[in-house]
């Protein structure tokens, strides 16, 4: 009798062991389930480009591109293959011999080049918060898993072989430190979930980023190397690379927000759309908004004459409260003294509504 019970304690220790190992290999292999709190990285005076690289900016027609781009230091002959409206933004150089239009601008660029080393060196030295790195999470190939918010070391290659998912909320930072190589499949893509921004994903790759074909890419790209866009990628975040090229061929480039929303509370019942505190103001002020139902929302700024000056938000987000700061010391924009107004368009149409919630406010700048 004693025997028997001593076999049956046995097996199940055996199996409660199993058990616990299969559960660890499925977390490992799904989901990275500890969350950290991370603060974003700051790209200075390089947040404002959707492109910038060191050596070469090439591209296949016909791409389009939201943000600035820049070569530095190589001269703006460097920059090819960009038609008049491929690009939503300022193209800089350090001499005139860019594409039409383009801006020689050699203090910015080198300020620029300056801030994203900086960058890049924050993201590769950032340790754990508050324990722990998650180390090599799928062997390398991060295809199929669900990453929540957090420092991700690779000691080597990042591959994603087929669809990650980022999940977590509109504050929520990811920073991926990459030893060699980035590497994303064709028609792979990066899928936001749960609120997560663009805008608050960094990814420090120690050589080359490669996008395949028709994929679909978010965060910020800080290469020390080059930076490829296939035939038809898709990139909401930037493309930065210090040292060498940046090539797209048939590409779209939308560089995200500056300012991240941050949500402060729980559904509203309502649309609203606060004064900004505090009116007047210098250099910042926050905007607080309201939406009751997800969907695509952006929040713009303009002047007295109705020109857009700058996007704060252009982002689908869920229902809740949310406060953006906006400082006029940011970014390569001059704001004189004056009246300026912003707008909020929330396109959240559940089942059964139509139609948009918009609302514009006046603020005064006062230096």
């Known amino acids: 009798m004693k025997t028997h019970t ?14 616990g190992s299969a559960l660890a290999i499925f977390l490992m292999v799904h989901t990275v389930a500890v969350s950290q709190s991370l603060v974003p990285v700051n790209l200075g005076s390089t947040g404002t480009f959707a492109i910038l690289a060191g050596s070469l900016i090439s591209n296949v027609p016909t791409s389009a591109v939201t943000g600035d781009i820049g070569l530095s230091p190589a001269a703006g002959s460097g920059i090819t293959g960009f038609g008049a409206l491929e690009v939503t933004g300022t193209i800089y150089a350090v001499d005139v011999t860019g594409p039409a239009g383009s801006m020689p601008a050699a203090t910015l660029l080198t300020t620029a080049q300056g801030d994203l080393t900086i960058a890049y060196n924050d993201a590769a030295e950032r340790t754990p ?7 090599n999470p799928g062997s390398g190939d991060i295809g199929g898993l669900t990453l929540i918010a957090g420092l991700y070391k690779f000691t080597s290659t990042c591959s994603i072989s087929s669809n990650v998912t980022l999940s977590g909320s509109s504050t929520d930072v990811w920073i991926f430190q990459i030893g060699s190589d980035l590497n994303l499949n064709n028609n792979v893509q990066v899928i936001l979930a749960g609120g997560a921004q663009a805008s608050n994903i960094f990814w420090q790759v120690g050589t080359s980023a490669v996008l395949g074909t028709t994929s679909v890419f978010k965060g910020t790209i800080m290469a020390d190397q080059s930076i490829s866009l296939n035939t038809g990628a898709t990139l909401d975040g930037r493309a930065l690379a210090r040292i ?8 779209t480039i939308v560089r995200p927000a500056s300012t991240t929303a941050v949500e402060i509370g729980s559904a509203p019942t309502e649309f609203s759309l606060s004064q900004n505190y505090p009116n007047p103001f210098n250099p910042s002020t926050k905007i607080q908004y309201s939406i009751k139902n997800a969907g695509m929302v952006s929040l713009k700024v303009y002047n007295l004459l109705g020109d857009e000056i700058v996007t704060l938000v252009n982002s689908h987000q869920e229902a809740g409260s949310y406060s953006v700061s906006f400082n006029t010391n940011e970014g390569r924009l001059s704001f004189a003294s004056g009246v300026y107004f912003y707008r909020l368009v929330a396109n959240a149409i559940p089942s059964g509504e139509s139609g948009s919630f918009v609302s514009v406010k006046k603020f005064v700048l006062i230096k």
């Open 244 to 251: 060498a090229a940046v090539t797209i061929a048939s590409s």
């Open 129 to 135: 918060v508050p324990t722990g790195t998650f180390l």
């Open 6 to 19: 001593t076999n049956l304690t046995n097996n199940l220790g055996r199996w409660v062991r199993l058990l």
